[in-house]
């Protein structure tokens, strides 16, 4: 059961948080501007000065995999080179080619293979990994290798990842984004989420109430941010236990049981039953994902309300003015909290009535 009561409640709260993950997940924007210094500092200005033959987002398990796909999105089918998203390094790879790769695990054998074998071939290569261990080996003096600077707790470096991602590609010439501004629209997303703030001045505490006992239906209505709502079931399980549907709303529409069900239960049909009655399971909740604007954008839009009126839009360009980028990542730090306050609420992070927390 939620102890809803503990989110306005920054003294419990703060008790409940033993591992400071509020904290961790606020400096987002820190982590941004940290790997901004380390970027200039270690030299991507020199190796991103020609564009590359192709462009390959290398993942493996952890945040890797969601910040890539929002790269891969904000990119978008008009990049003027070829984006590979994989998660071993392609036998094709070479020198002409340019590599991004994200290491939530130091001793990732697959990975660090995957680099040496890269660098022998001589592409080029961004590496964020902790300075440590068979990547980092793999990496040194072959790649330009991006250490934490600010600490992040597993789960919660999606930013860093992210911002090394974007730094990349703007010196490449293939997007265009100002990472510090991103870094400065974090930290005002941090202050709106802060714990003294109450739930209905709190956009993450909002969002956490919204999801409490809820199924979510994490539905995109652009590819920019399916790829947020992939982060958001992420950050979902495994802070607060919680399992999300993630798909794009066109692909959504095509499976009709559940969209069927979302329909049902955004209209209102079951206002008079028994909340307590768990023997259908968890009442879907459906949210409804926009970053892009535009005429086609807000077509969908309206196209979406339309058949499910009482679904949540979640469209964080209509809170703050920036381009994709930085909207997709607001959104991306907003789930991470709303994740974290739901979890505590819940107990899964070690509040009311759970012995030991999820994260090792």
Sequence with gaps: MLDDVLLDDPARLAEAD???????????????????????????????????????????????????ALLAALLGPACPVPVVVTDVVPTWIGALDMIIAHAD?????????????????????????????????????????LPPRVHAPHGLGFARALAAGLLTVTKLGLLRTDVGLIADELDREAERDHPMHESFVNPAKALALRLADRTPLLWGLDHVATAV?????????????????????????????????????????????????????????????????????????????????????????????????????????????????????AGTLGGPGVVSPVIA
Excluded at 267 to 275: E, K, T
């Design 105 to 145: 695990d130091p001793g990732d054998p697959v990975l660090a293979e995957s680099i040496d074998r890269a660098a022998r071939r001589g592409a080029r290569i961004v590496l964020t990994a902790p300075a440590e261990g068979p990547v980092a080996a793999a990496a040194a003096g072959q790649a330009l290798l």
């Design 229 to 345: 709502a992939a982060h958001a079931a992420q950050s979902l399980a495994t802070f607060a236990g919680v399992v999300s549907d993630v798909a794009g709303y066109p692909q959504a529409v095509l499976r009709p049981a559940l969209h069927r069900a979302a329909v049902q239960g955004s209209s209102g049909h079951d206002l008079f039953a028994d909340p307590d009655d768990l023997s259908t399971g968890p009442t879907p909740r459906v949210l409804l994902l926009a970053v892009r604007r535009g005429p086609i954008a807000d077509a969908t839009r309206r196209a979406a309300e339309d058949t499910l009126p009482g679904a949540d839009l979640v469209a964080p360009a209509e809170e703050v003015t920036g381009d994709e980028a930085l909207c997709a990542a607001l959104l991306a730090v907003r789930f991470d909290l709303a994740a974290l306050y739901l979890g505590l609420a």
């Design 18 to 68: 033993t591992g400071g993950l509020l904290r961790a997940a606020a400096s987002a924007g820190a982590q941004m501007r940290s790997t901004i210094e380390a970027a200039q500092e270690f030299g991507l200005d020199r190796l991103a000065e020609d564009r590359p033959r192709a462009l390959v987002l290398l993942t493996r398990p952890g945040v890797g995999p969601a910040a890539a």
